[in-house]
């Protein structure tokens, strides 16, 4: 259970720094509704 809440974890923050940053593209703007 501990690995897998620090890799949660890990992903936030990455997501958390690229919406900070402004470099590359958040996730969210990733959905599969706009994939064809």
Sequence with gaps: MAPLVGTIGSLQ?????KLLSG???PASEK???TMP
């Excluded at 923050?13 to 720094?17: H, K, V």
Aim: charged share 10%.
């Design 13 to 17: 923050a990455m997501e958390a720094i």
């Design 31 to 33: 959905s599969s509704s």
């Design 23 to 25: 470099y590359g593209t």
